[in-house]
T-cell receptor, first 115, second 113 residues
């Protein structure tokens, strides 16, 4: 079964600085999708960024970018110019190819932003 | 706003009772997923429906059941409730991009006393 591991339960970053959140996953598949979701105190799950495993180029969405290392099964999220609104829980998630495949989530990491 | 609507937002009930959580997916989305988020178990997949048919089952208890109706809304029924069923229940619908990301509702917070 696929597993997603987020080994750091908490991280803290100074406002305007850069922080990297780590994620590793285990799969025997060669093609799949990876996601980062943000859960602020409102509890809403918000998609931050997605990466298709067949694409070598790392995905970028404004201040958010990923470092996708397929051979190492690593998928880290970099947040640049951190803002107070970035404080939230962040979940890494994996999905197999297939219309009915589910998202498998890591345990999440709580990010705090210091003003 | 994800476009996924869940009701009720909060629910408090007693052990042994039964509740129904309702979800309307984004317009045009045919797939509905249910997830349970608790402090000790994280986000756990419960069940998935596609256009009215059950397509995948996860860690869903026998006391729980779900269905998707012809208008594509879905209901999750939780019965014989126990204290440990207290959690945030999310519904999500699957986007139509190749990656098929899930768009989540705001969740239903269930408290069992």
């Amino acid at each position: 079964a696929q597993t997603v591991t987020q080994s750091q339960p908490e991280m803290s970053v100074q406002e305007a600085e850069t922080v990297t959140l780590s994620c590793t996953y285990d799969t025997s598949e060669s093609d799949y999708y990876l996601f980062w979701y943000k859960q602020p105190p409102s509890r809403q799950m918000i998609l931050v960024i997605r990466q298709e495993a067949y694409k070598q180029q790392n995905a970028t969405e404004n201040r958010f970018s990923v470092n996708f290392q397929k051979a190492a099964k690593s998928f880290s999220l970099k947040i640049s110019d951190s803002q107070l609104g970035d404080a939230a829980m962040y979940f890494c998630a994996y999905r197999e190819i297939g219309a009915n495949s589910k998202l498998t989530f890591g345990k999440g990491i709580t990010l705090s932003v210091r003003p | 706003d994800s476009g996924v609507t869940q009701t009720p937002k909060h629910l408090i009930t007693a052990t042994g009772q039964r509740v129904t959580l309702r979800c309307s997916p984004r317009s045009g989305d045919l797939s509905v997923y249910w997830y349970q988020q608790s402090l000790d178990q994280g986000l756990q997949f419960l069940i998935q429906y596609y256009n009215g048919e059950e397509r995948a089952k996860g860690n869903i208890l026998e006391r729980f059941s779900a269905q998707q109706f012809p208008d594509l809304h879905s209901e999750l029924n939780l019965s014989s409730l126990e204290l440990g069923d207290s959690a945030l229940y999310f519904c999500a619908s699957k986007g139509r991009t190749t990656a098929g990301e899930l768009f989540f509702g705001e969740g239903s917070r269930l408290t069992v006393l």
